[in-house]
């Protein structure tokens, strides 16, 4: 499967949305490159609500590739990252990806389905 594209400038929407999609399709190494454009390119302000996110999804990139422990490291860095933004940036369920990511960190033991674990980004 090809790479997204790099350093393409999205509105936040549009990164959430094509992020979303990308999960659900199972490709979180694809979503991750989505939001680390945004962490890239969005307002300093942002830029460790998109890292956290990034991370996230490269997270569960590790934990369908079987790598366990550095997958749960990164779904716990996300999540912390994340952690800080509890005003719902752009309707993004920081709480409930918080959650998700320190309930799949923990139960990681072997390759798991990135689709059937892809977690909501809104509820």
Same mark, same amino acid.
């Given at each position: 499967m090809e790479r997204q594209p790099e350093g393409?400038?999205?509105t936040p929407d549009e990164t959430v949305r094509e992020a979303q999609r990308l999960l659900d399709a199972g490709m979180p190494f694809h979503a991750h490159e989505v939001l680390e454009d945004?962490?890239?390119? @969005?307002?300093?302000?942002?830029?460790?609500l998109w890292r956290g996110l990034a991370q996230l999804a490269v997270g569960l990139t590790h934990g369908a590739r079987g790598n366990s422990a550095g997958g749960a490291r990164l779904l716990l860095r996300g999540a912390d990252r994340i952690g800080a933004f509890t005003?719902?940036?752009y309707g993004i369920d920081v709480e409930g990806l @918080?959650?998700?990511a320190r309930s799949l960190a923990a139960r990681l033991g072997g390759p798991v389905d990135p689709a059937a674990e892809a977690p909501r980004l809104r509820d």
């Open positions: 393409v400038v999205r945004a962490w890239k390119s @969005g307002p300093e302000e942002e830029r460790e005003h719902r940036p @918080g959650a998700w």
